[in-house]
């Protein structure tokens, strides 16, 4: 920080030497230098997304930097001066900053590792679900076949039913009661799931595909011409050589329920 005030009292020297002389003819040359020269100092240490700042965090950005740059584990000393040198607000900031690099440099190791690292960082449920976010997109740069996951339903419907409505929503069996995908339907036997249809990133049909996990599918229907509500829940496994599944409800599969 010393820098700042040091540049700061510099800065004003010259705004010193026009306002004691009464001979100066470059006015324009003396507060324009001045101008700049404060707002280098503003920006250039002072800015709230700025890499800048003291020499130390410099040298650990540097040093951060050179293990992405070299796709390894970022040293444990190093994660410690992070954690006590970087400001607390600006670690979500910075986190993010170099996640995002190595992913996008296909840095997956140096990925990996960051985001072990600096998961306690994101707290606030926006941070979070950044975090979540991030964590999908190296999912997808490691496994980019499940990134096309889906699960395409086809119904057989109740005798009668033309006109329709629902809902197949999947969840982890034993899990949370989150689902991993959800969809509304229409007047369309033909239902069609994927990664896009969960609320949380990374919580979804890629992850149920990579971790084996069995599947809980809810459905429930409306239909026009019948009163009552038909259900159908099922449990079962994806098979794992592919990234897209089918499963098909047959007609006799659904039951009813009276409003």
Known sequence: MIYIYILALFSLLP???????????????VFGISFLIIIFCIFSFSGKYSFLGSVKEQN???KILLSIEQDIKVPNELVSLF?????????????????????????????????SIFEKYFKSSDEKYLFYTLY?????????????SKLI????LPD??????????LFIMNGPKIPI???????DSKVILENTNSSIPGFDLASAYLNQETIDLKIFLECEEIA????TDNVFLFDQNMHINQHIIQSNEWLKKTQ
Do not use: H, M
């Not at 995908?181 to 007047?187: E, H, L, T, V």
């Not at 009552?228 to 259900?231: A, E, L, R």
């Open 181 to 187: 995908a959800s969809k509304d339907f229409i007047n």
């Open 60 to 62: 650990i950005n540097a």
């Open 228 to 231: 009552g509500i038909f259900t």
């Open 83 to 115: 954690d006590i040198r970087i400001n607390q607000d600006e670690k979500v900031f910075w986190a993010q900053s170099y996640i995002f690099k190595a992913i996008s440099e296909k840095k997956l190791n140096s990925a990996e590792s960051l985001i």
């Open 153 to 156: 339903l086809e119904l057989s």
């Open 15 to 29: 705004i010193f030497a026009y306002v004691l002389s009464q001979k100066t003819i470059n006015k324009g040359y």
């Open 136 to 148: 999908t997109q190296l999912r997808d740069a490691k496994y980019p076949i499940y990134r096309e």
């Open 160 to 169: 009668g039913c033309k006109k329709f409505q629902g809902n197949a929503s």
